[in-house]
């Protein structure tokens, strides 16, 4: 479990930077002071964010990055998005959705300022091993693929073809050759 953890804290490798502002980490060291969880949580979702400051991740998956309970996360990231330090963006329902955690591009950023301009983004996604559910034995159905200059040739057992009469007068007429003769 620990060495999981440990790979789950390793920097996204299209990027090792980030950068802030004085101003952030003036408050930032407050808020170590007033809510020392909450601002490990902000390090953890800065170290893990995309260049765009996103990150999609269970509340189980943040509580064990950090090494606390689940509770203790869901106070860290209340407190984390009511001061602005982050946004949680809903996906999903109400039931069975998840949260897109985006840091406020004022604190930190992991591109260029003229990049935060963008309405859209993408997310980092972080997913432990106990969100999953188990997903069975049974081998799951593959379809085939083709790759560059590969062709398709029915093989192997299947339906058989829709089937239709000849139609009177338009019966085929196909060449053949009858066995024993020549070819010559």
């Given at each position: 479990?620990?060495?999981?953890?440990?790979?789950l804290n390793q920097p996204a490798p299209r990027g090792t930077w980030v950068q802030t502002e004085r101003a952030a980490h003036e408050?930032?060291?407050?808020?170590?002071?007033?809510?020392?969880?909450?601002?490990?949580?902000?390090?953890?979702?800065?170290?893990?964010?995309?260049?765009?400051?996103?990150?999609?991740?269970?509340?189980?998956?943040?509580?064990?990055?950090?090494?606390?309970?689940?509770?203790?996360?869901?106070?860290?990231?209340?407190?984390?998005?009511?001061?602005?330090?982050?946004?949680?963006?809903?996906?999903?329902?109400?039931?069975?959705?998840?949260?897109?955690?985006?840091?406020?591009?004022?604190?930190?950023?992991?591109?260029?300022?003229?990049?935060?301009?963008?309405?859209?983004?993408?997310?980092?996604?972080?997913?432990?091993?106990?969100?999953?559910?188990?997903?069975?034995?049974?081998?799951?159905?593959?379809?085939?693929?083709?790759?560059?200059?590969?062709?398709?040739?029915?093989?192997?057992?299947?339906?058989?073809?829709?089937?239709?009469?000849?139609?009177?007068?338009?019966?085929?007429?196909?060449?053949?050759?009858?066995?024993?003769?020549?070819?010559?």
């Amino acid at each position: 479990m620990a060495e999981e953890i440990r790979k789950l804290n390793q920097p996204a490798p299209r990027g090792t930077w980030v950068q802030t502002e004085r101003a952030a980490h003036e408050a930032w060291a407050q808020l170590i002071d007033d809510a020392p969880r909450a601002a490990q949580l902000l390090h953890r979702l800065v170290a893990n964010m995309d260049e765009t400051g996103g990150l999609v991740a269970s509340h189980a998956t943040l509580a064990k990055l950090n090494n606390v309970s689940v509770a203790t996360t869901k106070r860290a990231l209340k407190v984390l998005t009511e001061n602005n330090w982050v946004q949680a963006i809903r996906i999903g329902g109400d039931r069975g959705g998840c949260l897109a955690y985006i840091v406020n591009s004022r604190v930190a950023w992991a591109s260029s300022r003229e990049n935060l301009k963008l309405a859209s983004f993408s997310a980092r996604v972080i997913v432990s091993s106990e969100d999953q559910q188990d997903l069975g034995s049974a081998p799951l159905r593959q379809a085939p693929s083709l790759g560059p200059g590969d062709m398709q040739l029915p093989a192997g057992p299947g339906m058989e073809p829709p089937a239709q009469g000849l139609l009177d007068g338009f019966e085929p007429d196909l060449p053949s050759i009858p066995r024993g003769s020549d070819r010559g």
